[in-house]
């Protein structure tokens, strides 16, 4: 109780510290605005030596006051009648002055020039300000640099070691990078485990993989088991605009790190600050090259035996100094893989585990249905699904909140809204019954999910199908049967309507561009093993830019006739298959015209079809395999 009550005293107090500085700043300024009233107040008037004269002879002049025989103050009275301040000037020696004044009658004092309060206060009002900027400076700076002059500081959030913390069970698989990062947290727990035997710990451990994957999730699962402080920053906070800002940052981030021994320092996309030097590689920028400097000085000279660790992650280590990752700083790299079919299972239940589910979601579905997703996608899908269920009322979510989350992300928001004619209705029917019925009929190509003709993003219909197990590679006969089924729209619009619409443009896009990729980049083809048309790709822009035609005119013909050969033969596949197929065409599309949405169960059901069995997804192997394994 006694803790709670000083610590709510102490923000009392730092709350009227900073109220009491303001209530003085806007003090002095009154205070400066009415000193500056009553001099103006003061000093109504200013007249000429000529005019003063003027006034004297014309009797208007009441007393005068004569400070040091070059300066005139008095009161005369002005054409109202009213008593009025004045001054002058005395611009020459005078000596008939006193016979006027005498002759007229006008009192006269005799001073000197003083100092008045006005003109102290005036005098040392800048002092006064300029000693207050500096104390207010100084005291910033004294509290940790979060103010004024702190842009040398290192921006570092450090994240407490007390309570809930993220640990390895809350990563779902990536096992062997968790296995990689063990030996971090051992050290950290226990040096001297390593160090008697004289093994050296990596200094630096670097996170590779693709955005969304966990490498910062995993940085925080070392930090959470080895319950040491963790200190997190970001590559792009070292560079500012002024210059040497970077550096000081890098040395503070270090410093902060020795000081509080054991810890891990964690940099997340150091790319942004460790690009390869040299011109046309970064620009030549001179500050990000003496922060990537200070940082591989800071790193050689860092003693790793106190118990700090440096991770740091990215996705593009390509770019990276190779004297970033040579060993003694970086030593280790760590891949954070996109997770597989089983993987995305137990991430999906790790999401999944606060919601209140229906009997109906099967998560290994979902795993199937959500390819090439890293953890990032997965439970943004988990979160979209309970707001989907929560915006209806539901008590659970259910599967179909699940599947409309998947497609909103994957392929936009239902339109439900757009107005379409039945011509229109029945085309998209036609097209998307085209795709699917060449799924079934090309033995190698992948399972279809479903098929919809409501309007997603700038697609008027949707056919979705799913692999039955992740494939790293891809073969030539299901390529050949891609470009069949992506010409099934195109060839059923031809043969119903005997024409084709634009709305089989993206499917010829994609068409094309995997052609192309068959013939010059993978080797199947007629030309053979050939890699066709080398690519630019500047490291400080990051992507292709410009690819050059490394081959002659006679070799272009040939790839546009191998690149034509392929799209015809796989139209004219699809062309036949349809012919003969004419019948479940003309079903599939009235049955989408009623139901318009309709998965693969549904589609069997329909053609009288063998129900497919549900497979069992492998099991997910535990740490002690993946240690067994090392």
Not at 179 to 199: I, K, N
Not at 581 to 598: N, Q, W
Request: hydrophobic share 40%; net charge negative.
């Amino acid at each position: 109780m006694s803790d709670k009550k000083n610590k709510s005293n102490g923000n009392f107090k730092l709350e009227m510290d900073g109220k009491t500085t303001i209530a003085l700043i806007i003090g002095a300024i009154l205070l400066f605005f009415f000193v500056i009233s009553l001099v103006k107040d003061n000093i109504t008037s200013s007249l000429t030596y000529s005019q003063f004269i003027q006034e004297l002879e014309s009797g208007n002049v009441e007393e005068v006051k004569i400070i040091d025989m070059r300066e005139i103050r008095g009161k005369r009275f002005d054409e109202n009648g009213k008593r009025v301040n004045f001054t002058t000037i005395i611009p020459y020696f005078d000596d008939s002055l006193l016979g006027r004044l005498e002759q007229v009658g006008v009192s006269v004092i005799g001073d000197s020039k003083g100092i008045s309060l006005g003109d102290v206060f005036l005098q040392l009002l800048p002092v006064l300000l300029l000693f207050g900027v500096i104390v207010w400076m100084y005291r910033n700076i004294q509290n940790g640099g979060k103010n004024a002059l702190s842009f040398g500081r290192s921006k570092a959030k450090q994240y407490d070691n007390s309570g809930d913390n993220v640990v390895f069970k809350d990563v779902a698989g990536q096992l062997e990078a968790k296995y990689e990062l063990q030996e971090v947290v051992e050290f950290l727990r226990d040096p001297e485990r390593f160090t008697r035997l004289g093994a050296k710990i990596p200094k630096g451990v670097l996170l590779v993989g693709q955005p969304g994957t966990g490498k910062t999730l995993l940085a925080k699962a070392v930090a959470g088991e080895a319950r040491v402080p963790f200190f997190h920053m970001s590559g792009s906070n070292f560079v500012e605009m002024f210059v040497g800002v970077g550096a000081s940052r890098v040395r503070d981030l270090f410093e902060q790190g020795r000081k509080n021994v054991p810890c891990i320092l964690f940099i997340d996309e150091i790319d942004a600050v460790g690009r390869t030097r040299g011109a046309g590689y970064g620009g030549g920028h001179d500050e990000r090259e003496q922060t990537l400097n200070q940082l591989l000085v800071e790193m050689d000279g860092f003693d790793t035996d106190k118990g700090v660790i440096i991770i740091a992650a990215t996705n593009r280590p390509d770019v990276l100094d190779p004297a970033l990752l040579r060993p003694g700083r970086f030593d280790r790299q760590v891949v954070v893989a996109m997770p597989d079919v089983k993987e995305r299972e137990a991430i999906l239940a790790i999401h999944a585990r606060n919601l209140t589910l229906d009997s109906d979601v099967k998560l290994s579905i979902l795993a199937r249905a959500t390819p090439g997703s890293s953890g990032a996608d997965i439970a943004n899908i988990v979160n979209e699904a309970a707001l989907f269920a929560g915006r209806i009322g539901r008590e659970c979510v259910k599967m179909v909140d699940f599947e409309e989350a998947r497609d909103k992300i994957l392929m936009g928001i239902a339109r439900r809204s757009m107005v379409m004619s039945e011509e229109d209705k029945w085309m998209t029917a036609y097209h998307e019954a085209g795709h699917a019925i060449l799924h079934y009929t090309q033995e190698k190509a992948d399972r279809i999910h479903k098929v919809t003709i409501i309007p997603r993003g700038r697609s008027l219909g949707v056919t979705f199908s799913l692999p039955e197990k992740d494939e790293y590679s891809r073969r030539v006969g299901w390529l050949k049967a891609q470009l069949v089924i992506l010409y099934g729209g195109y060839a059923a619009e031809e043969l119903i309507y005997d024409e084709t619409t634009t709305g089989a443009q993206n499917d010829i896009k994609q068409a094309t561009e995997l052609a192309r990729k068959m013939v010059c980049e993978w080797g199947m083809s007629g030309l053979g093993p050939v890699a066709l048309g080398a690519v630019d790709e500047p490291i400080f822009i990051g992507k292709e830019i410009a690819q050059h035609a490394d081959y002659s005119e006679e070799t272009a013909f040939r790839i546009d006739s191998e690149i034509r050969n392929l799209l015809t033969e796989a139209l004219d596949k699809a062309r036949d298959t349809l012919r003969r197929e004419r019948g479940k065409l003309e079903s599939l599309s009235k049955a989408l015209i009623e139901r318009e949405t309709l998965d693969n169960d549904e589609i069997r059901k329909l053609w009288g079809l063998e129900l497919p069995s549900e497979q069992k997804l492998p099991e997910l192997p535990s740490d002690s395999d993946v240690d067994s394994k090392s």
